[in-house]
């Protein structure tokens, strides 16, 4: 099979399964479930575009953009340093594709941000994955565990440029 249909699939999946299941933890973990499946395809690199750092990796590609303003968007994202606790405006799902990141989660527990409880702290190994709730509750961190890790990032909603919230 065609790895580039794989990545076009995987996208046709996802819109397809949002529409008709709406935002929920079932439909959100079988995309994050078909987001582990490209991690299999070596040098996803190849259908990316290029994109440079964003606002917490230390480099991206472009592997899908919508072209809706608030369509979903697919990259492969490597991460050199601990981010900050924040969010994307946007629910999304990450697979390990090179390395070892830790990673967790919050949600919210009280209506002005001020109190969050974690519900995931674990290592997102090769072909792990996670996904996190839509807004409010799309708040996480990432850490490499060595000196970087690349992961696969599929957000529901084009965020490059949604403010974030930083949390302490
Ligand atoms: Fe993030």
């Known amino acids: 099979m065609d790895e580039n249909i794989q990545v076009n699939d995987f996208i046709n999946f996802s819109k397809a399964l949002i529409d008709r299941e709406g935002i929920t933890d079932k439909s959100l973990s079988?995309?994050?479930?078909?987001?582990s499946k490209l991690s299999n395809i070596e040098d996803l690199f190849r259908f990316g575009q290029h994109r440079g750092r964003g606002a917490n990796a230390a480099e991206s590609y472009v592997l899908y953009e919508d072209s809706e303003p608030s369509g979903p968007v697919l990259q492969l994202a490597r991460f050199d340093a601990p981010t900050a606790i924040?969010?994307?405006?946007?629910?999304?799902a990450l697979c390990g594709y090179i390395r070892?990141?830790?990673y967790s989660q919050w949600v919210l527990q009280s209506d002005d941000h001020?109190?969050?409880v974690q519900t995931i702290?674990?290592?997102i190994k090769p072909g792990d994955f996670v996904y996190w709730p839509d807004v409010p509750n799309d708040i996480h961190k990432q850490i490499p565990v060595?000196?970087?890790?690349w992961?696969?990032?599929y957000m529901g909603r084009n965020a490059f440029d949604t403010p974030r919230i930083v949390y302490d």
């Open 100 to 102: 070892e990141q830790y």
């Open 121 to 123: 702290d674990t290592i």
């Open 114 to 116: 001020s109190k969050v």
């Open 146 to 149: 060595d000196d970087d890790a």
């Open 151 to 153: 992961v696969i990032i």
């Open 86 to 92: 924040h969010n994307h405006g946007s629910w999304g």
């Open 30 to 35: 079988e995309v994050a479930e078909a987001l």
